[in-house]
């Protein structure tokens, strides 16, 4: 799950969802808080619902680990197929009210939730294990913290250098308005080895789908 949390901290959306705000308001913090929280809550939210429908749906292990295989096999192909370049969706002009900010926090993780194949992931590993949902809730917190810790990052470099790090963030999105898109190559191999983990720990569980016995003491 932490390999999976490092995968979704590379989300490209949310990084420059916060460097929009830091960079167009002149007193962010509070905006870009309330950004990175909405998100967060949102995620969490989702994480806990998704858990507890699952398991009061009584899907036995096996349909979970099918569950699992089938995402592992989207996020590796994801990473195989999806385009290395990205164009930028925000620019930095204007000014967010914390009402903005909230709403871009909603869209935010409205659009990635459905798309967030390694939270999908961790959820389906955490929905097969036998734990209590205090438990589960904690480890969700725990992988959406890691989630936003670059935007976290952000806005600490932030308060630390306030007039250094807006000007190198200001010539980062100069530079990237000039070539209006992004590489993803980095992210992509993350999620192609994410996928490859996720799909063969799936397999494994499933014994290659009765291809290899597989002892009980190796599992």
Do not use: H
């Amino acid at each position: 799950m932490a390999g999976l949390a490092v995968v979704d901290s590379t989300n490209f959306s949310l990084i420059l969802g916060t460097l929009y705000l830091v960079v167009s308001n002149r007193r962010p913090m509070s905006r870009v808080l309330t950004f990175i929280g909405v998100f967060f809550s949102v995620y969490v939210l989702v994480g806990n619902l998704l858990v507890a429908g699952a398991r009061s749906l009584e899907w036995d292990e096996t349909t979970f680990d099918y569950i699992q295989l089938g995402i592992g096999v989207a996020l590796l192909l994801y990473g195989l197929i999806a385009p290395r370049e990205r164009r930028t969706r925000y620019n930095a002009e204007g000014t967010t009210s914390i009402a903005g900010a909230v709403g871009l926090g909603l869209a935010a993780s409205a659009v990635e939730v459905t798309t967030a194949l390694p939270y999908l992931g961790a959820i389906a590993i955490v929905t097969q294990a036998e734990l209590s949902a205090p438990v589960v809730a904690s480890l969700l917190v725990a992988y959406n913290l890691i989630a936003v810790g670059p935007c976290l990052l952000v806005a600490l470099l932030y308060s630390r250098s306030e007039s250094r790090f807006t000007a190198k963030i200001d010539a980062w999105l100069q530079r990237q308005r000039e070539k209006r898109k992004t590489s993803r190559t980095g992210l992509l191999v993350l999620c192609v080895v994410a996928g490859l983990y996720i799909s063969s720990d799936a397999l494994f569980r499933l014994e290659y789908f009765g291809l290899v016995d597989i002892p009980d003491g190796a599992r």
